[in-house]
């Protein structure tokens, strides 16, 4: 009897269980992941309405904590609740009550002790680039734009230079505090896709005639990539009509990593840089030596895979 009273009491000891979301969200009206004092976070919603459903105050830890205008296709994070929702329950019930650029993609329970952050795992994440004559309003909140034409076998080249395990301090903002800026890169490539249908690919980004240009370039906000010059006189500048995608698998990322690196790669399709000397700039562990940090808006989060 005094058995079966011990065995109660322990069962309703541990009745608390850990949750996994699988997260999607647009990061366009958001000050990144993390909650921060008067700024609207994607942590900060998840943390308002679980607490909102459950009636506890829910805390979340999320796998990675993206900057403010980053998107996300399935980043993970968990909590503790001793409610009685069934875990597969709860993306149902909080999609109803999230906002609608943020989506529960799925919900389970995991072991107790799992931390989405300290277990082994892959990421991916990847940075489009809208690269055509004149911007496309459906990709101004996703994709970077860009004009004038970019050497895609430069760049492909470029990116052997990152594979494998490097100190990755060129690539690492400055004043990020980490432990160690050392990180695994699995894969790095440059993807093309045409845009159908949209009517511009052939026709010049600039036409110069004297002093005056019919179309100048648009002005470069501070902090970002600059776009190409602008053609000489009687020249046209020719761009393509194409979404590129630069996509990179690794076992963690620095601060603002993927976005210098996605800039210096669009330095080497310029011609800034050449692929050659891109294994140089990593060795140096110089930020001043890497590419330009593309602009937020580019950039997603694809998946968090779990060893």
């Known amino acids: 009897m005094a058995s079966e009273n011990s065995d109660k009491m322990t069962s309703e000891l541990h009745t608390t269980r850990r949750i996994l979301l699988r997260v999607a969200y647009d990061g366009t009206n958001y000050h ?5 004092p008067n700024a609207k976070t994607i942590e900060g919603e998840l943390n308002r309405v679980l607490t909102q459903l459950t009636g506890e105050e829910i805390q979340v830890t999320g796998a990675s904590r993206t900057d403010a205008g980053v998107h996300a296709l399935g ?30 993609q799925s919900s389970l329970q995991v072991a ?37 034409d970019l050497d895609l076998d430069a760049m492909r080249k470029a990116c052997q230079a990152f594979l494998g395990e490097h100190d990755f301090a060129s690539f690492c903002a400055a004043g990020a505090q980490v432990q160690t800026t050392v990180r695994t890169i699995y894969s790095l490539e440059v993807l093309e896709r045409p845009l159908a249908g949209t009517g511009g ?24 990539l600059s776009q190409p010059e602008t053609a000489a006189a009687g020249q046209s500048l020719r761009s393509p009509e194409r979404l590129l995608t630069i996509r990179v698998r690794g076992n963690g990322f620095l601060y603002n990593m993927v976005r210098i690196i996605a800039g210096t790669l669009v330095e080497v399709g310029r011609g800034h840089i050449r692929p ?32």
Do not use: M
Request: negative net charge.
């Open 32 to 36: 990144g992941w993390q909650v921060q």
């Open 75 to 104: 980043n993970v994070a968990v909590f503790d609740t001793a409610s009685k929702i069934p875990a597969e329950k709860f993306s149902y019930a909080l999609n109803q009550r999230l906002p609608e650029d943020i989506v529960i």
């Open 112 to 148: 107790d002790d799992f931390h989405p952050r300290h277990g082994d795992c892959r990421k991916t994440y990847e940075y489009d680039i809208l690269n055509r004559t004149f911007p496309l309003p459906a990709y101004r909140n996703t994709a970077y734009f860009l004009y004038g």
């Open 201 to 224: 690919g052939n026709k010049p980004a600039s036409v110069v005639t004297g002093a005056d240009s019919i179309c100048q370039p648009p002005e470069t906000t501070a902090g970002e």
């Open 276 to 307: 050659e000397e891109v294994e140089g700039i990593i060795a140096a562990c110089d930020r001043a030596k890497a590419g330009p940090t593309a602009p937020a808006r580019g950039l997603r989060l694809v998946e968090i895979k779990y060893d």
